[in-house]
């Protein structure tokens, strides 16, 4: 190996642990969800605790605010993915029952999200 | 009056190789992954050879052809797969020509098969990040991706030159 090789490979060590350390960073808190259903969609804030259903393609899925978290409690979907997903408090955290036809997307106040699906 | 292009022994060797590195695109391709759009690119393999041995243009003829071939003989060209892979083809390739660039004794195989690693997949993620997927959380992926490539960029460049060794 040459001089440069080494300084290569040095300075990529050192990148990729930087970039670890930046991008692994936990994003923020989020204050609001995003629900979206059959029904359309609706800002709920999520400073306030509270158990509330949301009526997706098969039936009712009871959702649980607590402390600034949020989670599905009961669904009437068969894999019951959605509960085992558990809690989501951060910004960008997406929680979904496909069956059921309900996500919640947790939006923060400094995040900005877009996705394209194909 | 038919207009006949005559092949020059560059443009047969040039072939020779793109043929060459186009099997071993081809071969790897039906190798399991362990992670998704994680390949060991042992393609690459000919274009460093091709360019410590023939220099940049042919490097560039050999790893585009490749390309080129590769997809249009797995049946992904123009598609998302091939755009990822041209991209990546065409990082690495602008790396490595500035690499041999540097003054002195440079880089030897095993810093340019890093390098063009560690530039394939920037560009593939960049391309995947703007195009398919503009998540943040992507991000995440970029630090992972990157320590893989370092890997077999390196482990490329020792089985270049361990090939090196063997050419006449």
């Excluded at chain 1, 290569?8 to 994003?27: K, N």
């Excluded at chain 2, 490749?66 to 083809?89: D, Y």
């Amino acid at each position: 190996m040459t001089l440069a090789d080494r300084l290569l490979l040095f300075v990529s060590i050192t990148g990729i642990v930087l970039l670890a350390y930046v991008t692994w960073q936990p994003s923020a808190y989020a204050d609001r969800v995003e629900i979206i259903s059959p029904s359309g969609r609706k800002i709920v804030s999520l400073r306030h605790d509270k158990t509330f259903f949301v009526t997706g393609a098969l039936g009712k899925s009871e959702l649980r605010i607590k402390g600034e978290r949020i989670r599905f409690v009961t669904s009437p979907c068969q894999t019951k993915f959605c509960i085992h997903q558990g809690w989501a408090s951060h910004s960008g955290d997406l929680r979904v029952c496909l069956p059921n036809k309900v996500s919640l997307r947790l939006l923060g106040s400094s995040s900005q999200f877009d996705s394209l699906t194909f | 009056m038919a207009l006949v292009l005559q092949p020059g022994r560059e443009d047969i060797r040039l072939a020779w190789l793109a043929a060459l590195a186009t099997s071993i695109h081809i071969l790897e391709s039906s190798l399991p992954t362990l992670l998704p759009g994680i390949k060991p690119g042992f393609a690459n393999i000919i274009t460093i050879i091709v360019l410590l041995r023939f220099g940049w243009r042919s490097a560039v003829w050999v790893s585009l052809l490749r390309v080129t071939a590769g997809s249009l003989l797995l049946g992904t060209f123009l598609s998302p797969t091939f755009m990822l892979s041209l991209t990546g083809a065409i990082c690495s390739l602008l790396v490595l020509g500035l690499a041999r660039q540097l003054p002195g004794r440079g880089f030897s195989a095993i810093g340019l098969s890093t390098a063009a690693a560690l530039s394939h997949i920037s560009g593939q993620f960049l391309l995947a990040y703007v195009w398919f997927i503009p998540h943040q959380g992507l991000w995440g992926l970029l630090p992972v991706l990157l320590c893989l490539a370092l890997i077999l960029g390196i482990m490329n460049g020792i089985i270049c030159n361990k090939v090196i060794a063997r050419l006449p």
